[in-house]
């Protein structure tokens, strides 16, 4: 008698989302068949504020109902690791085994095939959940803009290469994110059509917004929780909004803050309309940008380097510009900090706000200064990068993108505009380079040896 085949197993496919913006990205790739057929598809929902117990989950958030009927189930990462916070906990590696089978007992996977759709691998919760079920395929989506820049740290290959595809809206037409391409993994768009339709789910859903339509609208950011500003200069950068909205025109102006930004700093802004002679309207409800975009059909839409601008520009037609982008340009450090490719991006295709500025037309290369940019900041993980990086900085190097990059580090790197062409032997001779780390080395000495001194004449 034959011996009957075993009984297939059951497919399962979680999706990781710690903000409501992903959960509509990964329900937007949901509706157009992005992903293979499963059993069970399951949402793991991560809440990373830096205080979980204090600010409400993704699930939690008007309009998330709509998105919920796309899963057979929705989980809580935060519950399954507790007390650890999701974004500064992975298991040790011995112990990932153990994390698995504690985790398929928890949400009954029991013997499922598992698959993965996780953001941001790079660092957890994704790291995290790839290590404990360390067999399992996995793709990676990208909501963001900084989907466009170089993985911000080099991979433990055995997770690089079990990422089968890199699902992005297509924020900026044309332009391919470098986002795990030293894997080789395959990109695929997230059509616009399926996105914005979810996001018009959400925003049927969404609480009544009491402001006025056809408002200019101002993003707020909170900047200074990223310790790239201090609070006096992100409050600066906010009055800097709305007085380059007054500058063009605009007499009615909604600024929508940052949901962990303090409210003293609405107040600054309501001082500031008052002075100018503008009718000003805080945005306090909890919804997304692209909600109030369709409830409110903006005039105007302003703000530093947030994705919303671009999602304002490509998915909805609206008028966007930026400021700021000068000083982030300047402050962002290290050079190698993932939120320089945003601000570059931004700077680089919207036009500045205010009025007065003399601002040029948009960077025409984006594809050149991205490869440019994503060298200069991992040039070990992308190395292949360098001659494009060259051929750009040799043809498009000007006063205005000439802010991209710093000068030591194009030094550094051997690259076009570090030092002035007719020394451009330096950086790579090896005497000069022993010379300097000799000059280094003395220089490290001899502040060591004052260090002392210098106590002992304060004591």
């Known amino acids: 008698m034959p011996v009957p085949p075993p009984p297939a197993r059951r497919r399962t496919q979680i999706f990781l989302a710690s903000t409501l913006y992903g959960a509509a990205t990964l329900t937007a790739a949901l509706d157009a068949g992005c992903f293979a057929p499963a059993d069970r598809r399951l949402l793991l929902v991560a ?20 998105l919920r009927t796309r899963f057979d189930g929705v989980l809580s990462w935060n519950d399954a690791i507790r007390p650890f916070h999701p974004s500064g906990w992975s298991p040790r590696p011995d112990d990932a085994p153990l994390w698995e089978r504690h985790l398929r007992l928890l949400w009954g996977l029991g013997d499922d095939d598992v698959s993965l759709v996780v953001e941001s691998i790079q660092v957890s919760p994704a790291g995290a959940i790839a290590q404990c079920f360390a067999d399992a395929p996995l793709d990676v989506y990208a909501d963001g803009l900084m989907s466009y820049g170089p993985t911000r740290n080099k991979l433990d290959p055995l ?43 959400l925003a049927e859903d969404a609480p009544a917004l009491d402001a006025p339509a056809g408002a200019a609208l101002l993003l707020g950011q909170y900047l200074s929780a990223l310790d790239i ?4 200069e992100e409050e600066q950068l906010h009055v800097r909004m709305l007085r380059g909205a007054a500058g063009r025109g605009h007499r009615a102006l909604v600024f929508k803050p940052h949901p962990a930004a303090p409210a003293r700093w609405s107040r600054m802004l309501e001082e500031e ?36 601008l671009v999602t304002a520009r490509t998915f909805y037609g609206l008028q966007a510009a930026r400021t700021g982008t000068d000083l982030l340009l300047e402050r962002l450090s290290p050079y190698q900090n993932s939120n320089r490719v945003p601000v570059t991006l931004v700077d680089a295709w919207l036009p500045e706000l205010s009025a007065s500025a003399q601002d040029p037309e ?17 040039p070990q993980i992308y190395p292949h990068l360098r001659e494009a990086a060259e051929d750009y900085l040799r043809t498009h190097l000007t006063p205005r993108t000439r802010r991209y990059f710093k000068r030591r580090r194009l030094t550094a790197l051997a690259l076009p505009g570090g030092i002035p062409s007719q020394l451009s032997f330096l950086p790579r001779n ?7 780390r000799r000059a280094r080395a003395l220089q490290r000495r001899l502040t060591k040896a004052k260090a002392p001194a210098k106590a002992m004449v304060n004591s």
């Open 47 to 66: 809440n990373t504020a830096a205080v979980p117990e204090t600010t409400p989950a993704l699930d939690e958030a008007p309009g998330f109902t709509r």
């Open 159 to 201: 997770i690089g290469t079990r990422a089968g595809r890199l699902l992005h809206l297509d924020l900026v037409p044309g332009l391919r994110p470098l986002l795990l391409t030293e894997f080789g993994v395959a990109q695929e768009i997230v059509p616009t059509e399926a996105f914005t339709k979810v996001l018009a789910e």
């Open 229 to 232: 500003l201090t609070p006096e």
């Open 273 to 308: 309309a008052e002075r100018l002679g503008v009718t000003l309207t805080v945005l306090d409800t909890p919804v997304l940008a692209e909600v109030a975009y369709q409830r409110l059909r903006p005039s105007l839409v302003a703000g530093c380097f947030s994705t919303a």
């Open 362 to 378: 948009p960077e025409a290369d984006l594809t050149g200064l991205l490869a440019a940019v994503g060298f200069a900041m991992q």
């Open 430 to 436: 090896a005497a000069v380079r022993r010379v300097a």
